[in-house]
């Protein structure tokens, strides 16, 4: 009974690549999904973020923290990338656990997926609301906290109900349902519009601002604050001066609050089956849009920070501080309009992605099948969006979402570290995710052509050697050091997928003991010192096992480069921060799991396609779990269904 669950949870889908078809309306270029990614991660946070870790964490090294996060962010967009590269389907992290890790974990990732786009959209509503209510001198709030105010214990709900809140979101959600070229257009507009003011932001920086503001000293904290000299409100508010006035602490932690700046890119993963040639476009527009916003977030940090010195920054908002600063007042306003149509970009990508990630967890009976319904017209998942619209909605009028915003985080950062461990289970693979029963061209609309792409490898990549040998070995101890060939085999891949488990429950207890003992750590407690050196030999191990390992050749639009190493310190840093989130966070993620299991063991797990499957024809072949090599090239071998006639 306990196998055949097991056999149940970690039952995977490999991928009917072939078709040609898709319900939805392929009309996305290059340039809509770099917009999307850029107006969906370049959110408001640029005009608030830079400004409060430089005056409470970092100074002028700041530049350093959003570099750092950059480059972590990076990791995680790499292997998004290569994803969309090679799974030209929707549903993002959630198909890319699917199709390697199996049904349990998929679900997970997607329902944690669900709740990070539906607490976003509403988080960042309510910041629409507020940036505008402050614009106005607070009368929209003046006027609700008056006549609607909801004084209710446990700040669980808001103060006031936020109408302006709820009448945006359901805008948005009309637009959404009314088609997704409209969507990119706005988007696309709103975002050329952010883009021109954070230019104008980053110019004016480096024309009004001063060097000398990056080489303070306690002299000049001193006249300006007028507080004795050994007080301890200038380690507090000063650190020590120059350029990183609060040491390497600061710029990690720094870096720590900027890495979540640069979540929003996976957005462009879940259009795969609407953009024209998903698996060209969608690694670009992941890449490009990283990089647009890094350099958009270094600009106007180095552009701040050159402004004003860094211990006069007002938290809240600092860029009109800044302008005022240098006696450019009026510039305000211009901020003022950069940041609500960057909350319009925000919103529209935490909206966009939330129906397709339903679609695809109905479409696969995991949720209930209604939401799979699409609308012939506008071909969009019509009930998903409007569903998801209106919790959203909700849930920006009625609550206090300061307490979940970290339940964003558990889901982002879980579904960044599945779709690394993906990866790097994948390139280790024999076959490809690619039915071996179809056929081998996968044909996508480029410009309205048909255009026939290889979908995996071409026919003599694995050699004569495939021929002459069985695919299947027996494992020996040998093997995870020096294996017998040179490419994958079911062996050297079930290898890999057990490594893999290992040092994910090996970097889970490392990070867990960083967070909880770090400062026993810095301390050189024995105790905690031989813990950390034995997990970091035993990681070490694990990762020389998969590194010796055959890996696939198949030929791909991108791969994440330095295998295993990069996909691994991606989920290091991902569970790490993970593990930083309070106690509160976790409990209340294990609510939200709770009712994601229940929905799961009652209905998705006996009305999962894969399940339906079993006694039919499959719909999707388990490709990855065949005993046999999957030839690409040659039509004989892949025009005969699993079983056909032999010559």
């Not at 982002?412 to 280790?428: D, F, K, P």
Request: hydrophobic fraction near 50%.
């Amino acid at each position: 009974m306990a196998a055949k669950l097991a056999k149940m949870l970690l039952r995977r889908r490999a991928l009917d690549c072939s078709g040609e078809e898709t319900r939805f309306a392929r009309c996305l270029s290059t340039l809509d999904l770099i917009a999307l990614g850029v107006g969906s991660t370049l959110g408001a946070g640029v005009y608030v973020l830079a400004g409060e870790v430089a005056r409470e964490k970092a100074g002028p090294a700041i530049v350093l923290c959003f570099l750092i996060a950059a480059l972590s962010s990076m990791l995680a967009g790499l292997c998004y990338a290569e994803f969309g590269a090679r799974v030209p389907k929707t549903g993002s992290a959630y198909l890319y656990s699917y199709v390697t890790v199996g049904e349990i974990w998929a679900f997970i990732t997607g329902w944690n997926l669900i709740l990070s786009y539906v607490i976003g959209t509403a988080s960042v509503a309510r910041a629409w609301s507020s940036t505008f209510d402050n614009l106005v001198e607070q009368k929209i709030s003046g006027f609700f906290k008056a006549s609607m105010a909801m004084k209710v214990p446990g700040k669980v709900l808001a103060e006031y109900p936020d109408l302006f809140a709820l009448i945006l979101v359901l805008l948005l959600t009309g637009l959404l349902a009314f088609g997704v070229s409209e969507s990119a257009l706005v988007n696309k507009i709103f975002t050329g519009i952010n883009l021109v003011v954070l230019g104008f932001v980053i110019i004016s920086g480096f024309v009004k601002g001063d060097a000398a503001n990056w080489n303070l000293t306690e002299e000049d904290y001193l006249s300006f604050s007028n507080v004795t000299p050994n007080s301890s409100k200038i380690a507090e508010d000063f650190g020590v001066g120059g350029f990183a006035p609060f040491g390497l602490n600061g710029i990690l932690s720094g870096a720590a609050t900027c890495f979540y700046a640069f979540v929003g890119f996976d957005c462009i993963a879940t259009t795969s089956e609407e953009a024209k040639n998903p698996m060209r476009s969608i690694p670009i527009g992941i890449v490009a849009s990283l990089l647009i916003c890094f350099f958009a977030y270094f600009g106007v940090s180095a552009a701040l920070t050159l402004m004003m010195p860094y211990y006069q920054l007002d938290t809240q908002s600092p860029l009109p501080e800044a302008f005022s600063h240098v006696g450019w007042a009026p510039a305000k306003y211009i901020v003022a309009a950069g940041s609500l149509c960057a909350l319009s970009t925000s919103l529209l990508g935490s909206m966009f992605p939330m129906p397709r990630v339903i679609y695809a967890m109905a479409e696969d009976g995991l949720l209930f099948r209604v939401l799979s319904r699409m609308n012939a017209r506008t071909k969009t998942p019509l009930i998903a969006t409007i569903a998801s619209g209106i919790v959203a909605a909700l849930m920006a009028f009625l609550f206090d979402l300061a307490a979940l915003v970290d339940l964003m985080s558990i889901g982002t950062l879980l579904a960044y570290s599945l779709v690394a461990i993906c990866v790097l289970i994948l390139r280790y693979q024999p076959g490809s995710l690619g039915s071996s029963s179809q056929t081998e061209k996968l044909v996508e609309l480029v410009g309205g052509e048909k255009v026939a792409v290889s979908g995996g490898d071409s026919g003599d990549e694995y050699g004569t050697e495939m021929e002459d040998r069985p695919l299947r070995e027996t494992f020996t101890a040998k093997l995870l050091f020096s294996p017998s060939r040179n490419v994958p085999t079911q062996t050297s891949g079930n290898i890999v997928y057990a490594t893999t488990a290992i040092i994910s429950v090996l970097i889970t207890v490392l990070c867990v003991v960083l967070a909880c003992y770090l400062p026993e750590l810095l301390a050189a407690q024995p105790v905690v010192v031989t813990v950390c050196v034995v997990l970091a030999l035993l990681c070490g191990l694990c990762v020389i096992i998969i590194w010796r390992q055959p890996e696939s050749k198949e030929a791909l639009t991108f791969k994440v480069p330095l295998l295993p190493w990069l996909p691994l310190f991606s989920v290091f840093v991902n569970i790490y921060l993970m593990m930083q989130l309070d106690m509160a966070t976790w409990c209340r993620f294990a609510v939200w799991m709770a009712i994601g299991f229940a929905i799961y063991f009652i209905y998705g797990i006996r009305h999962s396609s894969e399940a339906a499957s079993g006694s039919s024809q499959r719909k999707y072949e388990p490709a990855l779990q065949s005993k046999s090599p999957i030839y690409r090239g040659a039509a004989d071998d892949s025009d005969v269904e699993g079983g056909g006639s032999s010559p």
